[in-house]
């Protein structure tokens, strides 16, 4: 396995509509689905997986977003450490 930390790189699309299905792309995630976690905005649950692999994340966006304040951080950790992407999601 990797040692390093994994790094988001690209969010597709970075202005998505509830219930869609992004893309992150990156580096050191996993093919085990069961160590990557992945959080949408400060609170609230992990977002629904859809598949990971060493540098691909899809991921449903959850309908429990506020559009309120529709701009929200990514949060990906895996046994390897935890980052938060420098690209934000931005509901549509």
Do not use: K
Request: glycine letters at 6%; a negative charge; aromatic letters at 8%.
């Amino acid at each position: 396995d990797n040692v390093a930390p994994p790094v988001v790189s690209r969010i597709d699309p970075a202005t998505p509509l509830w219930g869609d299905t992004v893309t992150l792309t990156g580096q050191n995630f996993s093919y085990r689905r069961a160590s990557v976690r992945l959080r949408v905005g400060a609170w609230g649950d992990d977002a629904p997986l859809v598949s990971t692999s060493p540098t691909q994340i899809r991921f449903v966006v959850p309908n429990w977003l506020d559009a309120v304040n529709p701009n929200y951080a990514i949060t990906v950790t895996t046994d390897n450490g935890q980052t938060t992407a420098e690209q934000r999601l931005v509901l549509n």
